[in-house]
Nanobody
Framework: QVQLVESGGGLVQAGGSLRLSCAAS????????MGWFRQAPGNEREFVGY????????YYADSVKGRFTISRDNAKNTVYLQMNSLKFEDTAVYYC???????????????WGQGTQVTVSS
């Protein structure tokens, strides 16, 4: 069982930056692939990116590639989402998720955080 808690969301102007954190409970954090997803009102939950168990592999959606970076600190049981050059269309609730294997669909992930709101003003 893994419990996930996101933090770091807020209001930012277009072009600005935010860093989200996702803290995980338990001693097996390094056993999990960590994914980030987002959901805007009226939209389906959308894949943002994932990072492998060791952090050696990352993969991003085309919509955020080159602007967002995922990293993790297994000693701190935490995964991060650094978001730069934010756009209005990045406004959404952002979720972290955990699973034993790599995946890009919400249904693939077993554990979810409660989400944190990111609002980008134009």
């Amino acid at each position: 069982q893994v419990q996930l808690v996101e933090s770091g969301g807020g209001l930012v102007q277009a072009g600005g930056s935010l860093r989200l954190s996702c803290a995980a409970s338990g001693r097996t954090f390094s056993s999990y692939v960590m994914g980030w997803f987002r959901q805007a009102p009226g939209n389906e939950r959308e894949f943002v990116g994932y990072i492998s168990r060791t952090g050696g592999t990352t993969y991003y959606a085309d919509s955020v590639k080159g602007r967002f970076t995922i990293s993790r600190d297994n000693a701190k049981n935490t995964v991060y989402l650094q978001m730069n050059s934010l756009k209005f269309e990045d406004t959404a609730v952002y979720y972290c998720a955990a699973d034993r294997n790599l995946g890009t669909t919400p249904g693939h992930y077993d554990y979810w955080g409660q989400g944190t709101q990111v609002t980008v003003s134009s």
